[in-house]
């Protein structure tokens, strides 16, 4: 019992150290898009080494997490279409992998064409949800991706305020 203990003190500071400040307006390095950071000590934001991942923040007890990632510009121009969608469902969801799409949409999203998928899977019992919203600008993708143990992540109070935070910002004039 005082092992359990000690290491989930251990792991709390670990995470603890990794997390910076919450409550506040974060802004992506190209100044395309803000978020407010949750005001909600039990999320914190976490350094990440993710290919395209801009942002990361997770509950300190490892249930949820959701983050922000931009790619790199595409070579020729692109659209969010369903040719588009369906290369990325095969790249995202291939059949050799548990992970499974639910549900996906064409929607609105802060008024930009958008595509909101729902996915699961199960890792050592758990059944994760996931949920991801896609969107092109200047022929870049962008997207925000969350999971949650046990629940609709895009659900989750915390991470609907930060999907409803984002703010898309005025193009630099060059």
């Not at 919450?22 to 993710?50: C, H, M, N, R, Y």
């Not at 942002?55 to 510009?73: C, D, P, R």
């Not at 059949?95 to 996915?119: N, P, T």
Request: net charge positive; charged share 30%.
């Amino acid at each position: 019992m005082l092992h359990r203990f000690k290491r989930q003190l251990l792991i709390a500071g670990l995470l603890g150290t990794c997390f910076t400040s919450i409550g506040v307006e974060w802004t992506s390095e190209d100044g395309i898009v803000s978020f407010q950071l949750p005001d909600d000590a039990s999320w914190g934001q976490v350094k990440l080494k993710t290919p395209g991942a801009k942002l990361m923040l997770m509950e300190t007890n490892g249930a949820a997490l959701v983050f922000f990632a931009a790619f790199e510009k595409e070579r020729r121009h692109v659209n969010l279409n369903q040719e588009y969608i369906e290369i990325w469902k095969a790249v995202t969801y291939p059949k050799s992998k548990a992970k499974k799409l639910v549900s996906g949409e064409f929607f609105s999203f802060k008024g930009k064409r958008a595509y909101k998928a729902r996915d699961e899977d199960t890792k050592d019992g758990v059944k994760v949800r996931g949920g991801t919203i896609l969107w092109m600008d200047d022929d870049r993708l962008f997207a925000i991706v969350a999971s949650k143990n046990e629940a609709d992540p895009l659900e989750d109070e915390v991470i609907k305020a930060f999907v409803a935070s984002t703010k898309f910002l005025p193009k630099a004039k060059k």
